[in-house]
């Protein structure tokens, strides 16, 4: 069954160091999303994505945070200057195909970045 | 703006006991609504959904009605198992792109 693979699972960067999380989402999928779930809070959205190009942003995704699918099969966020504050799960998720909408979101397992 | 608000945890259970967990929901104009299941150590999955009122998702024993009248979706199963231990989200969907979660809600069931 196709799936949504994030990594890295896990990791842990010092305040202020730039962070790359990857994923791939489900092929034929066109629509790619970012959330973060800060421990035992909200599941909050960051980001979604659409033929190339933002389509929603939240005010957490402020300049510091950026995304890319620079070859057709990844989608990256990288946070450039990270804050202690950013410390959370990290979801990748991916949504819709060609046949049709289902209206479904499909994640993948989450990156844990833990900001020292 | 939209978003859902759920039953706060943890919750526990013994196995074969009943399970509720509420969910309430603010949107403008006809959501669809979903409970997504996370299971230790994996990503969220798709427990079920329901894209207008009255209709009722289900799956796995699982069930949730869309109410609007009372703006609820609140997640119900006759008979947990052990294995139904894990974090349950509600969440909506608006306006097709754009979903909201929950805090999400975890689920111990003891044997």
């Known amino acids: 069954e196709p799936e949504v693979t994030q990594t890295p699972s896990h990791q842990v960067t010092q305040m202020g160091q730039e962070v790359i999380l990857r994923c791939v989402p489900i092929s034929n999928h066109l629509y790619f999303y970012w959330y973060r779930q800060i421990l035992g809070q909200k599941v909050e959205f960051l980001v979604s994505?659409?033929?190339?190009?933002?389509?929603?942003k939240s005010e957490i995704f402020d300049d510091q945070f950026s995304v890319e699918r620079p070859d057709g099969s990844n989608f990256t966020l990288k946070i450039r200057s990270t804050k202690l504050e950013d410390s959370a799960m990290y979801f990748c998720?991916?949504?819709?195909?060609?046949?049709?909408?289902?209206?479904?979101?499909?994640f993948g397992e989450g990156s844990r970045l833990t900001v020292l | 703006g939209d978003s859902v608000t759920q039953m706060e945890g943890p919750v526990t259970l013994s196995e074969e006991a009943f399970l509720t967990i509420n969910c309430t929901y603010t949107?403008?104009?006809?959501?669809?609504l979903f409970w997504y299941v996370q299971y230790p150590g994996e990503g969220l999955q798709l427990l079920l959904k329901?894209?207008?009122?009255?209709d009722k998702g289900s799956n796995k024993g699982f069930e949730a009605t869309y109410r609007k009248e009372t703006t609820s979706f609140h997640l119900e199963k006759g008979s947990v198992q052990v294995s139904d231990s894990a974090v349950y989200f509600c969440?909506?969907?608006?306006?097709?792109?754009?979903?909201?979660f929950g805090t999400g809600t975890s689920l111990t069931v003891i044997p």
């Open positions: 994505f659409y033929n190339n190009e933002i389509s929603e």
């Open positions: 329901a894209t207008k009122a009255d």
């Open positions: 998720a991916s949504k819709g195909d060609r046949t049709g909408d289902t209206g479904e979101l499909f």
């Open positions: 949107a403008t104009g006809y959501p669809s």
């Open positions: 969440a909506l969907s608006a306006r097709g792109n754009q979903f909201y």
